[in-house]
């Protein structure tokens, strides 16, 4: 399967709860597809409308994951700990990867500079060094969730 993916990047998750929720720069938004929401209610033994609502003209994600007044940090956001991190939805096991896809169909993985546990130098000793092995696993882990892309 072809793929281009971002050379010398590293990443390693500084548990700084960014990607969890809203920044000035940014509203974030959780989107859950309907087997995420599933797993999530079957493991919290909550309601999907307990943590999440329907999300309009997202597909093929179908809600979004509330957040808390206070802060617009994610529900499952305790103490800047993920408390449903093994059973997180697909868009958090990206973060801060996203993938898209060119006129020819490639896929293609970018990665964001918002996050502060990603280091684009040769140089970097912040984390690991992301090898294609990495994204051709993310990109199977997709096409597991979305059926087929």
């Not at 206070?70 to 800047?80: N, V």
């Not at 060094?129 to 882990?141: G, K, V, W």
Request: net charge negative.
């Amino acid at each position: 399967m072809r793929f281009e993916y971002p050379a010398n990047v590293c990443f390693k998750c500084v548990r700084c709860g960014l990607c969890c929720g809203d920044t000035e720069q940014k509203a974030r938004h959780i989107l859950l597809l309907k087997s995420d929401a599933d797993q999530i209610s079957a493991q919290t033994n909550q309601q999907i409308d307990a943590f999440a609502v329907k999300a309009a003209d997202k597909a093929p994600y179908i809600y979004e994951m509330k957040k808390k007044q206070q802060d617009g940090k994610c529900i499952f956001l305790l103490s800047e700990e993920c408390s449903i991190y093994e059973h997180r939805p697909l868009i958090c096991r990206f973060y801060p990867i996203e993938l898209s896809t060119n006129e020819e169909g490639a896929y293609i993985f970018k990665v964001t500079d918002e996050c502060p546990g990603v280091c684009r130098s040769e140089f970097c000793d912040l984390g690991e060094r992301l090898q294609p092995e990495f994204f051709d696993a993310l990109l199977n882990l997709a096409r597991d969730r979305f059926g087929v892309l």
